[in-house]
């Protein structure tokens, strides 16, 4: 039977291919006495070696699809199940306790886990514990004959379909098979979401159900375009889709014409467009998409992908990449941005009620400094090779930022007097996301270089709407007046005190939003690199001084979002 399931539209384009759930299985167990304990050794051991089996496969495709340093982390996990003191610790407890493999192993493994976290001392053995705790759940698994998700196995195109995707699992993705995800929760500027963008891979977030309504192996078409999975479709169904996707591709190959030419509309203006990356793997679809710079790069993907803090050279050569990759052109670097939905696993965060208003981003850079000065020298040590911009994140007050800035001016005193060669023309500039800075903007204006609108955060916490939950999604409202007010406001408080303004959340390369912005004189537009060419189409077709008329009925006369929106639309028509 056709279903077609509603979520939201989360990354452009249309694919089709089996559904494979990455779903964790139920692993719940009853504690039972056993008498048979050779039985139940047996069952132990029968549940160790299909597990053992299991990892030399993932680790064996892993080495391919993902490279040796990803694969390791198999080798660790056989590395325990070889482990007699492990392993005999469990069959001891069946045998002196009598209960079933399943408590066993449970017994065992909360031991092992609770000694390794009581490490404080020393974090590599501290990190042991998620390998056990890894292992366990595989041979728990085979115990109760049910089977785990392994991704890292895929070999045939699939559309993963999950409940929900963390940042570190969309980045496991392998886009040789990975055609595209589909999840029940999530929202259009959830971190998962941001990254299928720069993947290029069409994605579909919060449907509520598509975890209950898909099983493994059928048939999804994904329309990213329109926010749709349809579940075994109908020849016809093929057919619509076939053709859709054949429109979007005659599309995109009319923008890819616009690659190396400049960003002008028609009246003759400039304007920006950068683009955003997460790691200096992104560089090559920033260069494929012509962008004219990068005006977001989220580091903390640089220490999310990593198993530990990375050091100063690890950093410095990352950031010297992309500088060099950009050959001149400006290259924005957001300092850490940890909390919220990103986590690191080796620097534990305490457990926070609402974390997208936490410990989060600069607050933990000023709390934690040692983390902070390092990557502030790496990037100092980096800006000789290109244009380098740096920016904080979650500025909220002007002590956050100036507190910010001695430390940048108090690293790069000690580099310069080490005599290591620096820059002198880095601008420091902020992140425009949290309300009580955007109304302040006019005297952070006077003290930054630059601002740049981080319209996801910007939107959420003045809708008070968290990003990621689909259940409040509607209050994503980047045409509601009060955010257009919000903008407007930043942008002339930039320019006021001859300073620059751009945009780097996902509403910059919004079609509604960019006639707006033009109205408005933002400067500089940052997106996903795939959007760049759609957005420099759009605006080689507006006239700037058309536009004015459009934006001030939108700041001062519309009410809603709609209004906004019907508004533009109209007007692009
Ligand atoms: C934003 O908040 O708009 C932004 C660009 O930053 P991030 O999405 O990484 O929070
Ligand atoms: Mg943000």
Redesign the pocket.
């Known amino acids: 039977m056709v279903k077609t399931i509603k979520g939201i539209a989360a990354s452009d384009g249309i694919a089709t291919a089996e559904a494979y759930l990455l779903v964790q299985p139920d692993l719940s167990f009853d504690k039972k006495a056993v008498s048979d304990v050779d039985g139940e050794v047996k069952r132990l051991n029968d549940a160790i070696s299909k597990s053992d089996d299991e990892l030399t496969k993932i680790r064996d495709i892993a080495k391919v699809s993902l490279g040796d340093e990803e694969a390791q982390v198999f080798d660790a996990h056989k590395m325990i199940l070889a482990d007699p003191e492990f392993t005999g610790a469990i069959e001891q407890q069946i045998k002196d306790q009598k209960v079933n493999a399943e408590q066993a192993l449970k017994d065992v493994s909360d031991n092992f886990i609770s000694i390794f976290e009581g490490m404080t001392d020393n974090k590599y053995m501290q990190e042991r514990a998620a390998d056990v705790r890894d292992v366990t759940k595989r041979v728990m698994a085979h115990l109760l004959g049910v089977d785990l998700p392994n991704p890292s196995l895929i070999d045939h195109e699939v559309i993963i379909v999950a409940h929900d995707l963390t940042p570190s699992d969309t980045a496991q993705l392998n886009k040789k098979y990975v055609k595209g995800f589909v999840t029940d929760i999530g929202g259009r500027?959830a971190?998962s979401a941001?990254m299928a963008r720069s993947l290029e891979l069409p994605a579909v977030v919060g449907t509520d159900s598509i975890t209950k309504d898909a099983k493994d192996g059928d048939t999804i078409i994904l329309d990213g375009l329109n926010g749709a999975a349809i579940l075994d479709p109908s020849d016809e169904d093929v057919k619509h889709y076939q053709k859709l996707a054949s429109d979007f591709a005659a599309e995109k190959a009319e923008w890819e014409k616009l690659k190396d030419e400049a960003t002008v509309t028609a009246d003759g203006k400039h304007f920006d467009i950068a683009a955003?990356i997460g790691t200096p793997d992104d560089l090559q679809g920033v260069v494929d998409n012509g962008a004219e710079g990068i005006g977001?790069y989220?580091t903390e993907f640089l220490y999310m992908q990593s198993e530990e803090l990375p050091t100063e050279d690890d950093q410095f050569e990352a950031y010297k990449k992309v500088l060099e990759g950009m050959k001149g052109k400006p290259v924005v670097v957001r300092t850490m941005?940890i909390g919220?939905d990103k986590h690191l696993p080796y620097l534990p965060l305490p457990e926070e009620m609402n974390p997208f208003l936490g410990y989060r981003a600069i607050r933990i850079s000023l709390d934690k400094q040692d983390i902070f000065r390092t990557q502030l020298r790496a990037l100092l040590r980096a800006s000789e090779f290109g244009k380098l911009r740096i920016m904080f994140?979650m500025i909220g007050t002007l002590q956050e930022f100036r507190d910010a800035k001695k430390v940048f001016e108090e690293e790069k005193a000690k580099l310069v007097a080490d005599g290591v060669k620096v820059s002198d023309e880095i601008q420091l500039g902020m992140?425009m996301?949290v309300p009580a800075a955007a109304i302040l903007a006019d005297q952070f204006a006077k003290e930054v270089d630059f601002f740049s609108?981080?319209?996801?955060?910007?939107i959420q916490y003045t809708m008070a709407a968290d990003r990621g939950n689909e259940h409040v999604s509607y209050l994503y409202q980047p045409y509601n007046p009060s955010i257009l007010r919000l903008v407007k406001h930043v942008i002339e408080s930039a320019h006021k005190e001859g300073k620059w303004a751009g945009m780097?959340?996902?509403a910059a390369g919004d079609n509604i939003m960019v006639p707006l912005l033009l109205a408005m004189g933002l400067d500089e537009y940052s997106m996903s690199a795939t959007s760049v060419l759609r957005v420099r189409s759009l605006m080689k077709k507006l006239s700037t001084a058309d536009l004015k008329d459009l934006a001030d009925r939108a700041v001062n006369e519309s009410i809603t979002n709609e209004d906004n929106k019907k508004l533009v639309e109209e007007y692009l028509k």
Do not use: S
Not at 453 to 458: A, P
């Open positions: 500027t971190h941001i955003n977001l989220r941005d919220g994140p992140m996301e609108i981080g319209t996801n955060d910007l780097c959340g996902e």
